[in-house]
């Protein structure tokens, strides 16, 4: 539980999904970048989170990738399992998830227009038993259910630490302290926002950016751990322009963004399903091959 702890405070790197030419999942494919951000350094994988496209699996395919993914980390950093949807299915997959050896589960908000705090409550309960009473990580991405809501998901047994992916940098400061002192808070809208969610008081972010870049991650984790946000700014002024064009199309280019990166760097994970926008736009293509190159990485990717 420490070590997992400790590891909540540094990067919750989230593992893209790979797809062969006929849009199957691939997981052979998510072996190089598993082995990238492991090399740099990235302190926790997570299988089937937003950037692994939970929300496009089956719960089938979902429990194939977590497995997969615990496969290719073997052990060597904390691997956090996303569950979600409905119920039986996030009770299933909770199951496969701590079957397959992960650390821990991460519990997306459910998305239905009629959650009830207290449900939700009794969601997250239920998610925990039928996943061997694993630790839980929140990823709240709505803050609307309000201050006391969240303070009572925190206060259910197991629950080490909540992903907080809203702008919300105020109502994190309330919900901080109207929660159990010992629960982690992690920044969860990537480096971007990592400095203010720091601020006021989080540790850690998640990325999308290690499967392409863990290196720059890291760094920005380094300088936000030291103190200095001025080197944290300039490294993340970097990396603005790829978080920028995740961010287009109402964050529907957000997985198109690391996929098409991906495949410039000569590791073609496929495509993505709809909803999500794909292709890239010519303009959004050609911005993405400019930073590609001005960082290096299709130089690397050529050697």
Partial sequence: MTDLKTALTGISGIL??????????????????VERALKAGVHILTANGNTGEFYSLTTEEAIAMVTASAGHIR????????????????????????AAGASALMIHQPPDPFV?????VDYVKAVSEAGNNLPMV???RNDGIGTDAIAALCSVPGVVGVKWATPNPMKLKAAMEASPEEI????????????????????????GLINVWPERSVAISAALEAGDYAKARDLIAGMQVFEDIRAEEQGGANVPGVKAALAMM???CGGVRPPAA????????????AFMDDAGLLSRAAS
């Fill in 16 to 33: 893209a999904t790979p797809y062969d030419a006929d849009g199957n999942i691939a997981p052979e494919k998510q072996g190089p970048i």
């Fill in 75 to 98: 052990g060597r950093c904390p691997l956090i399992a996303g569950v979600g949807r409905a119920l039986p299915d996030a009770c299933r997959l909770a199951k496969a998830s701590a």
């Fill in 116 to 120: 009830a705090p207290r449900g939700v």
């Fill in 138 to 140: 929140l990823y709240l």
């Fill in 184 to 207: 982690i808070w992690v920044g969860g809208l990537a480096e971007v926002w990592a400095p203010t969610f720091y601020a006021v008081g989080a540790r850690g972010f998640t990325s």
């Fill in 266 to 268: 000569g590791e073609d």
């Fill in 278 to 289: 794909w292709p890239l736009s010519d303009d959004q293509t050609s911005r993405l091959k």
